[in-house]
């Protein structure tokens, strides 16, 4: 069993930046990709960041530019760096892992309002 626990989130306004935080404890070696979603109410979860083991990163078209993903594998923990942060990236962020199966975080809530 592999648990994450997000932090970072919270208000800020637009055009701001934050750093959402994610670390991995228990079963937490060999751990394979690692990433965020968001989701909205009613919405899908989506994908708005991925990074694999090796460093190759993907990202959403629409934080592309504005979000860079980090991960230190000594430390089992993600990173997500969010610049121009705009109204529409409120959501609940999610930070996942992949090993036997893929593991979610509990979230952490963002909210982009003046």
């Known amino acids: 069993q592999v648990q994450l626990a997000e932090s970072g989130g919270g208000l800020v306004q637009p055009g701001g930046s934050l750093r959402l935080s994610c670390v991995a404890s228990?079963?937490?070696?060999?751990?394979?990709?690692m990433g965020w979603y968001r989701q909205i109410p009613w919405k899908q979860r989506e994908l708005v960041a991925s990074i694999t083991g090796g460093g190759r990163t993907n990202y959403a078209d629409s934080v592309k530019g504005r979000s860079t993903i980090s991960r230190d594998n000594t430390k089992n923990t993600v990173s997500l760096q969010m610049n121009s942060l705009k109204a529409e990236d409120t959501a609940v962020y999610y930070c996942?892992?992949?090993?036997?199966?893929?593991?979610w975080g509990q979230g952490t809530e963002v909210t982009v309002s003046s």
């Open positions: 996942y892992a992949e090993k036997d199966r893929r593991y």
């Open positions: 228990g079963s937490a070696f060999s751990i394979g990709d």
